[in-house]
């Protein structure tokens, strides 16, 4: 019968087969006596050297066998170290893991705090996962570089709890946290940052923040549970918010981005400042060719909850996409480009640049100030008052089934063979 310290060494074998890695030069841990033993007993470590981290260097996690299962490491420093197969801890607390390997690991403990990951790589897809708690945790100038494209393959750095990416790289990952999760300088393709979870009958909300990153390829943040999301001075190619849930702020500033597509399923406020979403082809080799720009909505169903909505200094470019008109049920030309739901309370859309825009104004108080685009729909919107300041739609209108409580439009500048659709609407220009 295969004992489990010989399954363990068989499945780190195939890890190092799978991933095609190059392995560091190390010895095993086990031909480490002193250090072995200081790992395996934290109290005997505590006795030799108090809270003085044990330094490890150079040692191989993997072939030797040992089973770790749900043994606890406390100050202890990994230089040059790797790991793979299956490593399962109790507890990982006040670590350092500096220029190490974890090719093809499933590496794991059920709480991790004060662990810093620096100059590490995973070295193809891993899985490096607090199962219940974590707190301090930073992932330093780390690589997530996994092979497998197929997004339901990718490997996870997935935290419950805190973390911190600061100016990691990566790609075909999922990296992620619960608690509050940090991206600051990163460069990453194609991942996963899904954020947030739902465990044991409740919601876990991330507030997350994002700073100073660039993203090529899809950037995916769908179906994210998070109390407030914060981007800033950041890139992408193509960020998808698909269905996120944001129980507080959306803030969107100083991003660069070929577009920012799907609707979040909820938010109290959006405020997108002083960026650029510049239009990009989103549809898949052999289909029709769509391009896509920005959507700043929620759920139909959520509306009410988006209190404020605030673009200012925007520039969207080319978007094919648009909503049905509820009048007819057709797609006009007017109705498509830029989604753009209004805040409850109130609306600002102020030194933008929108080529078509198909707004849904749900709105006590919409101001659009300093506003350029060729086509606008403000289709079935219901707005308290509107105020149109310095407002350049060169084209077409469209206030089909607008109702407008008050309405200032001597900033609508007017132009020869300029359509306004008012079917419907009280809107009297």
């Not at 990982?92 to 991790?112: K, L």
């Not at 179906?223 to 959306?250: H, P």
């Amino acid at each position: 019968m295969t004992s489990r310290r010989q399954f363990l060494t068989m499945l780190g074998m195939v890890s190092l087969t799978t991933t095609g890695c190059t392995r560091m030069t190390a010895k095993n841990i086990e031909a480490m006596p002193h250090e072995y033993a200081l790992l395996m007993d934290p109290a005997k470590r505590r006795a030799a050297l108090g809270e003085q981290r044990l330094r490890i260097s150079g040692a191989d996690f993997g072939v030797g066998g040992t089973d770790f299962y749900e043994k606890e490491w406390e100050s202890i420093h990994f230089y040059d170290c790797i790991f793979y197969g299956v490593i399962h801890l109790s507890r990982i607390r006040n670590c350092v893991f500096e220029h190490c390997q974890f090719p093809g690991s499933n590496f794991q403990a059920y709480h991790f705090e004060g662990v810093l990951f620096v100059r590490s790589d995973t070295l193809g897809g891993a899985y490096l996962m607090a199962g219940a708690t974590s707190k301090n945790v930073r992932f330093v100038e780390c690589d997530f570089g996994a092979k497998n494209p197929d997004v339901n393959q990718y490997g996870a750095v997935y935290l419950n709890g805190d973390v911190s990416y600061e100016r990691c790289t990566g790609h075909y990952m999922s990296v992620k946290g619960n608690g509050v999760v940090s991206y600051r300088g990163c460069r990453f393709g194609n991942v996963n940052m899904s954020n947030g979870t739902f465990d044991k009958g409740k919601w876990e909300y991330a507030t997350v923040s994002i700073n100073n990153c660039h993203f090529r390829g899809r950037t995916r943040l769908s179906r994210s549970s998070i109390t407030n999301l914060t981007i800033r001075n950041s890139k992408f190619d193509i960020l998808e918010v698909g269905l996120s849930d944001v129980q507080g702020d959306v803030l969107i500033e100083g991003v660069q981005a070929g577009a920012m597509i799907n609707m979040f399923a909820n938010a109290r406020s959006i405020t997108i400042r002083n960026s650029q979403f510049r239009g990009i082809s989103i549809s898949p080799e052999g289909y029709e060719t769509r391009y896509r720009s920005l959507d700043c909505l929620v759920e139909l169903e959520n509306q009410k909850n988006l209190r404020s909505v605030v673009l200012e200094n925007i520039e969207c470019g080319r978007d094919d996409w648009g909503v049905n008109d509820v009048v007819d049920n057709k797609l006009t030309n007017i109705s498509r480009g830029c989604q753009i739901m209004g805040g409850y309370d109130s609306t600002v859309i102020r030194h933008c640049t929108i080529p078509n825009a198909s707004l849904m104004l749900e709105s006590a108080s919409v101001l659009i100030d300093r506003y350029e685009g060729e086509k606008a729909s403000f289709v079935t919107s219901k707005i308290g008052s509107l105020t149109l300041r310095d407002t350049a739609i060169v084209k077409a209108i469209d206030f089909t089934g607008v109702q407008v409580q008050k309405l200032d439009a001597s900033g609508l500048v007017r132009y020869t063979g300029q359509k306004i659709v008012t079917t419907r609407s009280n809107v009297s220009l």
